[in-house]
């Protein structure tokens, strides 16, 4: 099976695409948007706390620590772009079709 989000490669890891769900009432992966990894948390869209707790969660939901997550793009946007550090392509596209797989 290959991996239903569109990873694109960057020159220190992936930057894999999300949709955000700010100020849902559980955290965690809800799916697909298109080829976006889809995260919902419930921290309000204010102050960069939605940012903060996307980042959190998608470092949780991959089994890496927070500090290999950035966000690099689409601050003020549903659709962001997170920049995943120390996983090759093939291991980050195991671990989001496992993840795509149990939602």
Do not use: W, Y
Not at 3 to 24: K, M, N, S, Y
Not at 33 to 40: E, F, H, P, V, W
Not at 61 to 90: C, N, T
């Amino acid at each position: 099976m290959s991996c239903p989000v569109a990873l694109t490669d960057h020159d220190e890891g992936c930057i894999v695409p999300v949709r955000a769900q700010p100020g849902a009432k559980r955290t965690g992966v809800a799916g697909l948007r298109g080829t976006a990894l889809k995260l919902a948390v419930n921290a309000p869209p204010v102050d960069g706390k939605a940012n903060e707790a996307l980042r959190l969660v998608l470092a949780d939901a991959l089994d890496i620590r927070p500090s290999q997550v950035e966000l690099v793009g689409a601050a003020a946007s549903r659709d962001k772009k997170f920049l995943v550090r120390g996983l090759d392509r093939a291991e980050l596209e195991l671990r989001l079709t496992r993840l795509i797989g149990t939602v």
